[in-house]
């Protein structure tokens, strides 16, 4: 029997790592959105950690392993906590602060770890200040890049479930 639940989670797995080659501007990636659907939706909160958190790790393989990855994994696993805050109470406006709450929080979590572990900034505050400023070219894209996700999977996934019936019901 066909399962479309599953076959979904796969879809959106699947076209998560293949996002990350495209030719996107820095920080331009569905992982943040998929984490906060994940938290949002998923009954298997583990399923919910573990996708981001597979989707960052496939690909990071294969793009490459960098010195703040523990940064940016812890980032998205909280994006999912902030997932599972909004339970229930899922609305437009809810959603778009939670995207914007997580976009914020990644940028503030990994460029503490740029400044923690990198040798570009000096271990004082104003070496952190600095990591943070020398990233704020970087947050447009980023906060764009998740409400633009954002409101793609949860849409689509709200459109789905009037249409496709084992979806009314159910989540992961």
């Known amino acids: 029997m066909f399962n479309s639940k599953f076959f979904i989670i796969s879809l959106i797995i699947v076209l998560a ?9 820095p920080n331009v990636a569905p992982v943040a959105a998929i984490a ?3 938290g949002a939706y998923f009954s298997n909160k583990g399923l919910a950690f573990l996708i981001p958190i597979g989707v960052m790790l496939l690909s990071d393989l294969i793009i490459g392993l960098h010195s703040t990855l523990l ?3 812890v980032a998205f696993a909280l994006i999912v906590g902030i997932g599972i805050l909004l339970g229930k109470k899922i609305s ?11 976009s914020v929080l ?3 979590l990994t460029n503490f770890g740029v400044w923690l572990v990198s040798p570009y900034y000096p271990f004082t505050f104003e070496g952190l200040m600095a990591s943070y400023t020398m990233a704020i070219p970087f947050f447009h894209y980023t ?3 998740d ?9 689509v996934y709200e459109i789905l479930k009037r249409t496709v019936p084992s979806l009314q019901t159910a989540t992961a």
């Open 106 to 108: 990644f940028y503030l």
């Open 71 to 73: 940064f940016v994994y």
């Open 17 to 25: 790592v293949l996002s990350r080659f495209l030719p996107f501007p």
């Open 143 to 145: 906060l764009l890049g």
């Open 92 to 102: 437009p406006l809810r959603i778009a602060g939670a995207s914007v709450a997580g």
């Open 147 to 155: 409400l633009f996700y954002t409101t793609a999977i949860f849409g």
């Open 36 to 38: 906060l659907f994940g």
